[in-house]
């Protein structure tokens, strides 16, 4: 094999990895491409919502993993730095246990303490400037519940990597605070207005501060779902005016099966609002092909490197309706054809072995999902799926075997690639 193909397999590779783009960091924005067009952008909704509000709002993005909502984050915390607001964005994979149920009291602490933690920025209060959360609950968390004890480490470290990695801390934690939910949110709220007095302080009276919470989407549950969706809807529909935080615009990311309830959810919060982040739409209600969708999805593929040596112009049109519009099956399809680029693949067979590769992470369908996929892709809807069977929508829609669509409303439909195995009349 030839050097110069191996060094445009290599780049082409790495620049398809599997990564949110940091759009503060030159090289990551180099990759973006817009797949939303200026009116129907959601970025600039959730900064507009931010600039006409007052003092505070809560928006909620049901978002899907894999569909660049990460990314996204990131672009409008570079809008928002950019129109003179302070940001914090927190990332709960690096806080929270995401394969348990999330209580509303280690939330409100690894929410306090990780924006604790960020303050430390110098573009906020600079390290050693933010008073420690950890030593303002110490007195709730009471005798059981030391922080020496939790880690070897010391300090907002110990707690931190406790609540992650260790449900006998949880539930000592949880016993430690109940019955004084109350007390802890008050903790919680004044412990914020100091934060925010000593960042007016530092840089100007009216400096408005904004908090992004990330990745809570990610939660999964063992075996079943039920538990950790319980907990969910707690949370915020439970626990909602809890969440707030004063002087404060907060968004926040959830599950994208709250996106069925959303109007409900908004109603939750003061001054609040929901999106729902859908899978870029390749096909129209219809079954006609979005080739305004195709083809940004294609340039986002360019931007990584030359698809052109690997597929053609057909090809690639084939493989984007083939994703489905989800952004981490086409980058996986194409990394396959990376792998294929150069082997002795006839032309006409590579398409059907890319389409062949992916598919393969949807198997097994059991009788049950077969039933409840194909009402699904039928209607295009959710009409037609019996009640009981809510949990597994809520699992079809978390794993992408069923995509979520927005034209005027949301319409949803069973991937591309088992949608034809759903409909077969052998199924």
Request: hydrophobic fraction near 40%; include cysteine.
């Amino acid at each position: 094999m030839s050097n110069d193909r191996r060094r445009f397999q290599r780049e082409f590779f790495r620049a398809l990895a599997d990564r949110p783009l940091d759009l503060m960091n030159p090289d990551h924005a180099a990759l973006y491409e817009p797949l939303h067009e200026l009116d129907d952008d959601p970025v600039v909704r959730l900064h507009d919502t931010i600039d006409f509000s007052a003092e505070e709002s809560v928006q909620i993005v049901a978002g899907f993993r894999g569909t660049g909502k990460t990314t996204e984050f990131s672009r409008l915390e570079k809008m928002l730095w950019e129109s003179d607001y302070f940001v914090v964005r927190v990332d709960l994979d690096e806080y929270l246990d995401l394969h348990s149920p999330v209580h509303i009291t280690e939330f409100l602490l690894v929410l306090s303490g990780a924006i604790n933690e960020r303050m430390s920025d110098e573009k906020l209060l600079g390290k050693g400037n933010a008073p420690s959360f950890w030593e303002r609950v110490t007195g709730l968390l009471g005798s059981e519940v030391r922080l020496s004890d939790l880690e070897t480490s010391v300090g907002p470290f110990g707690m931190r990597l406790g609540l992650k990695v260790e449900s006998s801390v949880r539930e000592r934690v949880r016993g430690a605070l109940q019955g004084q939910l109350p007390r802890l949110v008050h903790e919680v709220r004044t412990h914020h207005e100091t934060l925010l007095k000593a960042l007016r302080e530092r840089w100007q009276d009216d400096a408005r501060l904004v908090v992004i919470v990330d990745s809570l989407e990610h939660i999964r549950g063992q075996g079943s779902q039920t538990e950790v969706f319980r907990a969910i809807q707690d949370l915020f529909f439970g626990h909602a005016r809890d969440l707030q935080l004063p002087g404060t615009h907060m968004v926040l990311s959830v599950p994208a099966s709250l996106a069925l309830q959303a109007d409900n959810l908004a109603a939750q919060f003061s001054n609040g609002a929901v999106q729902a982040w859908s899978s870029c739409r390749v096909r129209h209600r219809d079954g006609t092909p979005d080739t305004d969708t195709i083809e940004r999805l294609t340039h986002l593929v360019e931007r990584r490197g030359d698809w052109r040596k690997l597929l053609s112009p057909d090809q690639m049109q084939e493989l984007v309706l083939a994703s489905g519009g989800y952004l981490r099956d086409l980058l996986n399809m194409m990394v396959e054809a990376i792998h294929l680029y150069g082997q002795n693949v006839p032309e006409a067979e590579r398409l059907e072995r890319l389409v062949a590769t992916q598919s393969r992470a949807y198997s097994p369908l059991y009788a049950d999902h077969i039933r409840v996929l194909k009402a699904v892709a039928e209607h295009r809807s959710l009409r037609a799926v019996e009640l009981e069977d809510q949990e597994l929508v809520v699992r079809f829609l978390d794993s992408h075997l069923v995509l979520c669509y927005l034209d005027d409303d949301f319409w949803y439909d069973v991937h591309p690639l088992v949608r034809d195995r759903v409909l077969s009349p052998d199924a």
